[in-house]
C-alpha cells in the first residue's frame, strides 16, 4: 500500500469543515457527559453552565479543567475508574493501568468505541511516521502498567503491521532473539531503552546494526527533537528513527511524517486540543509559533472521558502547511511543566540539560537524571547524576567534572554537583525519570 495517509479524509480535512464536524460531536459529548457524571455536572453547575452552552471549541474556555491529580486521588480512595466514568461495566471491555509519568498511576477504561477511536488516531500517527503493513515491529512496551503496551500494540495491528510483544525486562534475550530473527524489523519503546540497549550490546558483544532493526518507533519521552539525540540513535542501530507522542489518557497520538516538521496532532473528530499559559490559565490561539500548555478534550469518548484535562506538556505550535499536506496542526514539546526545575529564578526543563550533555560525546552518554533534596526554587542543583561513556578513565574525570560544570553554566546558567555513573544506570527500559524529588 503506497497511500500516503491513514485517514486521507479527516487528515487533510480544511480547517473549517473540520470545525463544523467537531461542534457537532462536541456538543453531544458535552450532553452525555453531564448527564451520566456528576463529576463533570458539578464542574457545569460550578460556573452555572448547562451543556447547551458549549456549541464550539471557544466555548470550553468557559469551563473549568480537568486535573490528572483529581482523577488519580479517587482511584487511590478505591475507585475502580473514578468520577469520569461516564458508561456502565457492561459497555467497559478494558481498564489499563498507566505508569504515570508524574506519580500518578491511573487506571483508564475502554468501551468497544473507545477502542475503536484510540486504534483509529493510533494508526494515524503511525501511518505518518512511516509504519506500513509490511512492517515487523517488537513492542517494547510494557504490558502491564502502561498503555503503550496492549493499547498501541492494538493500533499497530489496526494499522495491519505484524507486532511481536516482548515487553520490558530481559534485555539480553531481546538481542539475542533479535540477532536470531534475520528478517528486517522495527523497535518500538522508549528513545532512552534504545541507548540503554546499547550498552547492554556492548557488553555481549553485539553490534546493534548487524540486527537488520532499521526502523525505530519512539515514544513515552520527549527529547527526540534535540540536537545530537535522534542522531545517536540512528548511528548506533544503523536505523531511522521517527518521535511519536501518546496521551494515553486522551487515546491520542501525534508522530512525525517523513518531512520532520514536527509531531502532527492525530484527533481529528475524536478529541479538541487548547493552548493554555500554564501560569495565567488562559487560551493562547492555536496560531503558528505560539508556546504554551496542551489541553485535551475528548468528543467522542464513553468509558472515561476527559473534558479541558491539562496535559502538563509545553509545546511549541506550528500551523504553517507541511509538505505532506496534512492540516491539522504541528507541534514539538519542550518538557513537561512539572518536570521544569526552577534555579536561581531561570525555568530548566530536563531537554535543555540534555542537550548540552549530548554535545560533549563522546565522553558522556547524554543520559543524566537531577536529584532534588529540597522543593525549588534553590540557587543550584544539589545532585545531577550524569552518565560517563564507557572507556573513559578514572583520571580524565576530573577535568570532565569541570568541563561539564562549566557548559552547565554557560549553556543554562546555573551551577550543579555533578555526581558520575556508569553507563546504561540512568538510561532505563520504561521511561527514564530526569527528576527525582526527595521531599
Ligand atoms: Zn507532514
Avoid at 489496526?158 to 534475550?173: H, K, M
Avoid at 540497549?197 to 553490534?207: D, F, H, Q, W, Y
Avoid at 547524554?366 to 564507557?390: C, H, N, R, T
Avoid at 546555573?414 to 556508569?422: G, L, Q, R
Wanted: glycine letters at 8%; charged letters at 25%.
Amino acid at each position: 500500500m503506497s497511500r500516503p495517509y491513514w485517514n486521507e479524509t479527516l487528515e487533510t480535512l480544511p480547517a473549517g469543515q473540520l470545525r463544523k464536524l467537531e461542534s457537532a460531536a462536541l456538543q453531544k459529548q458535552m450532553a452525555y457527559v453531564y448527564a451520566t457524571s456528576p463529576y463533570y455536572r458539578k464542574k457545569f453547575d460550578s460556573v452555572g453552565l448547562k451543556p447547551a452552552d458549549i456549541q464550539c471549541q471557544e466555548d470550553l474556555a468557559k469551563l473549568p479543567f480537568t486535573e490528572k491529580t483529581e482523577l488519580a486521588q479517587t482511584q487511590r480512595e478505591g475507585e475502580l475508574i473514578g468520577p469520569n466514568q461516564c458508561a456502565s461495566m457492561e459497555d467497559i471491555i478494558r481498564i489499563v493501568g498507566t505508569g504515570g509519568t508524574s506519580g500518578q498511576p491511573m487506571r483508564l477504561a475502554w468501551t468497544q468505541n473507545d477502542v475503536r477511536g484510540y486504534n483509529e488516531m493510533g494508526a494515524r500517527a503511525l501511518w505518518a511516521m512511516g509504519c506500513r503493513p509490511s512492517d515487523f515491529v517488537v513492542n517494547c512496551f510494557n504490558y502491564s502498567i502502561y498503555a503503550g503496551g496492549v493499547t498501541d500494540h492494538m493500533a499497530f495491528e489496526t494499522l495491519g503491521a505484524t507486532v511481536l510483544p516482548y515487553g520490558v525486562g530481559n534485555s539480553r534475550r531481546l538481542l539475542d532473539m533479535k540477532a536470531d530473527m534475520k528478517v528486517e524489523k522495527a523497535l518500538y519503546s522508549t528513545p532512552s531503552y534504545a541507548i540503554r540497549l546499547a550498552s547492554v550490546a556492548e557488553e555481549m558483544g553485539i553490534n546493534l546494526r548487524d540486527l537488520n532493526v532499521k526502523k525505530g518507533f519512539f515514544s513515552g519521552e520527549a527529547g527526540m527533537q534535540v540536537p545530537g539525540y535522534r542522531e545517536r540513535i540512528e548511528n548506533l542501530w544503523g536505523m531511522e528513527a521517527h518521535d511519536l507522542y501518546g496521551m494515553a489518557e486522551l487515546g491520542v497520538q501525534s508522530a512525525e511524517c517523513e518531512h520532520n516538521t514536527g509531531l502532527h496532532f492525530s484527533g481529528a473528530g475524536e478529541v479538541i486540543a487548547e493552548l493554555i499559559n500554564p501560569d495565567t490559565e488562559e487560551v493562547i490561539p492555536m496560531e503558528h509559533g505560539q508556546i504554551g500548555e496542551l489541553v485535551f478534550t475528548n468528543i467522542n469518548r464513553e468509558a472515561s472521558p476527559l473534558v479541558r484535562m491539562r496535559t502538563h506538556d509545553y509545546v511549541e505550535v506550528y500551523t504553517d502547511p507541511c509538505p505532506c499536506g496534512r492540516t491539522g496542526f504541528r507541534f514539538h514539546t519542550r518538557g513537561r511543566t512539572d518536570d521544569m526545575v526552577v534555579i536561581k529564578g531561570v525555568n530548566i526543563f530536563p531537554m535543555a540539560i540534555q542537550k548540552t550533555l549530548l554535545a560533549m560525546q563522546p565522553r558522556l552518554t547524554g543520559e543524566f537524571q537531577m536529584v532534588l533534596d529540597k522543593a525549588p526554587p534553590i540557587d543550584y542543583l544539589p545532585i545531577l547524576k550524569v552518565e560517563v561513556a564507557s572507556g573513559q578513565p578514572a583520571a580524565a574525570l576530573p577535568q570532565l567534572t569541570e568541563d561539564v560544570a562549566l557548559q552547565l553554566y554557560k549553556q543554562l546558567g546555573f551551577s550543579a554537583n555533578i555526581e558520575f555513573v556508569k553507563a546504561g544506570e540512568i538510561a532505563s527500559e520504561h521511561k527514564t525519570k530526569r527528576v527525582i524529588r526527595n521531599y
